[in-house]
C-alpha cells in the first residue's frame, strides 16, 4: 500500500514525480549520465529549465512582464532578498501566522515596516479584516497559507501598492490572478518537487527601484538575466518540480484564472 | 559502458552514491515513503544530517571549535554571506581566477578590500607567491583550485588572519589541515553531491564580532544553532553527499590530515 506523510513540512509527491525522477537520476535524457552529474549548461538540461519556466506560466497564467524564477536558499532566504530588492522605505505585512511573523521580522533590516494587522493575540486562528494598507508602502505582504494554524486567504486580495505573496504551502491548489500579485514566492518542497528550490513569480518593472547596493546573488535581476542560471541551480529539485507541473496539466480539474 | 561528463560544472559521482539515492527516493529508510516526500524533521532524516555531518568531520580531521554546515544557494551565495558575518572593516583577497573575482566583488559591498596579488594580466595562469596579506585584516580569501584556469593551491597557506578558503572543487582531493583556517566552504556539485547544497566549515570564535545586523538566514550562528536545520533542508542533495562520505570513508587510500 502506497504510505502518505501528514506531518509539517515536506508532503506528498505525484507517484509520476518520483518515477520519472528516479529515472532520470538512473540515465538523464538517454544521456547515459545521471541527473546529479550532467552540466546544468548541457542543451538537455536548459531544455527542462524553459519548459519548466513556460509551464508555470501556462499554468499560472502569468500575464507578459513577469519573470519565472527557480533558485536555491528556500523560502526563508525570500523573507530578506524581498526586502533587499523591494523594500526602500516602507512596508506593510498582515501577521497571520509563524511564517508571515519572519518575514515580517526579516524586513525590519531594511526599512520602516508597518503590521496592518495581526491575529496573534487570538493565536493566529483568523485571517484579519478591515485594515488599512499604507499608500505610500513599497509593497504589501501576505502568507496565503498559514501551515501549523489552518487559516488561509482564499482568494486575491485587492491592494493600493504591489501585492507580495508567500504561497509556499498552496501555490497550484487554486486558480490566481497574477496581475493582482507584484511578486509571487515559494518553497517547493509542499506541492511540487523536494526542497531546495523556490518559486519566485516578479513583475519585472518593480525592481531596480531601491538605493542599497543589492550582493549580486541576493538580486533577482542577476537571476532574471541568467534565466536562473547564474550559479548551478538545483538541477534534481528542478527537474521534479516539472514533472509535477506536467501532471498538473494533465489533471482534467486543473482551470487557470481566466477573467 | 558507463559514460562520464567531463565538462565544467557538476561532475561524475560514485556508482554507490546514484544508487543509493534512487534506492532512498523510491523509499527512503523502509518507511514506504520518498526521501523526495519525506518530513525533515523525520528521525530517520536526522539521522542522515547527522552522520553527514560527522563523517565530514572524521574525513578531514576537523578538530573541536568548528561547526560543519549544509546549506542551500550555491557557493556564490557564500561570496555575500562571508563578509557580511566576518567583514568589519577590511578584507584580503588573492585573486587568481573567475570565481576569485567574483568572491571579491561581493566583499566590496560590505568593507575595504585589499587585492593581494592578481595573476589577471597573465589570464590568470599562475597562482602569485611572495605578497603581503595586511596583518589588520579581518580575513584572507583563496580559491584553492581554479577551475577555467587549471591552476590550483596545493598546500595549506600560513596566514596571520583567519584564512577563508573556496574549496568547491577540491574538497576530498588531498588532505586538509583545517586548523589553518577560519572557514572553508564549497559547492557540492564536483566532488560530493547533486548542485544545490554548500558545505561550509568555520571556527566558532569568529562570528559574532560584526556590527552590521545579518539577515536570519544569511547568518551562519542560525545555522549552527539549528544544525542546518533552520528551514528545510536540501535534502536529496545532503542524502547524496552522505554517499559519497560514506565511498571516501571506504576508499582505502583516503587518509585525513595529521600533524
Redesign the interface.
Known amino acids: 500500500?502506497?504510505?502518505?506523510?501528514f506531518?509539517?513540512?515536506?508532503?506528498?509527491?505525484p507517484q509520476e514525480?518520483?518515477a520519472n525522477?528516479?529515472n532520470a537520476?538512473?540515465n538523464f535524457a538517454g544521456?547515459?549520465?545521471?541527473?546529479?552529474?550532467?552540466?546544468?549548461?548541457?542543451k538537455d538540461f536548459q531544455a527542462v529549465m524553459d519548459e519548466a519556466v513556460a509551464l508555470f506560466k501556462e499554468l499560472l497564467n502569468i500575464p507578459d512582464g513577469y519573470s519565472v524564477l527557480f533558485?536555491?536558499?528556500?523560502?526563508?532566504?525570500q523573507?530578506?532578498m524581498l526586502p533587499f530588492n523591494l523594500l526602500e522605505k516602507k512596508a506593510a505585512y498582515l501577521n497571520t501566522g509563524t511564517w508571515a511573523s519572519?518575514a515580517l521580522?526579516?524586513a525590519k533590516?531594511f526599512g520602516e515596516v508597518v503590521e496592518v494587522a495581526s491575529s496573534k493575540a487570538a493565536n493566529f486562528t483568523y485571517i484579519p479584516k478591515d485594515y488599512v494598507i499604507p499608500a505610500d508602502a513599497d509593497y504589501f505582504h501576505i502568507t496565503t497559507n498559514n501551515t501549523i494554524f489552518g487559516t488561509e486567504i482564499h482568494k486575491d486580495l485587492d491592494s493600493p501598492v504591489p501585492l507580495v505573496a508567500d504561497m509556499s504551502s498552496d501555490i497550484f491548489s487554486r486558480p490566481v490572478d497574477v496581475s493582482k500579485y507584484g511578486l509571487i514566492y515559494g518553497?517547493a518542497?509542499k506541492n511540487l518537487?523536494?526542497?531546495?528550490?523556490t518559486f519566485v513569480v516578479v513583475k519585472d518593472e518593480l525592481l531596480g527601484k531601491v538605493s542599497r547596493?543589492i550582493?549580486?546573488?541576493?538580486d533577482y535581476r542577476t537571476h532574471i538575466k541568467d534565466g536562473s542560471m547564474?550559479?548551478?541551480?538545483?538541477?534534481?529539485?528542478i527537474y521534479?518540480a516539472l514533472q509535477t507541473l506536467k501532471w498538473i496539466k494533465n489533471w482534467a480539474e486543473w482551470k487557470p484564472y481566466t477573467n
Open positions: 500500500m502506497k504510505k502518505y506523510n506531518n509539517a513540512g515536506p508532503s506528498v509527491l514525480t518520483i525522477t528516479v537520476i538512473t544521456s547515459g549520465l545521471s541527473l546529479m552529474e550532467i552540466s546544468h549548461r548541457s533558485l536555491g536558499g528556500g523560502a526563508s532566504l523573507f530578506c519572519k521580522k526579516e533590516l518553497g518542497q518537487a523536494p526542497a531546495g528550490v547596493p550582493p549580486t546573488m541576493l547564474f550559479n548551478t541551480p538545483p538541477v534534481v529539485s521534479a
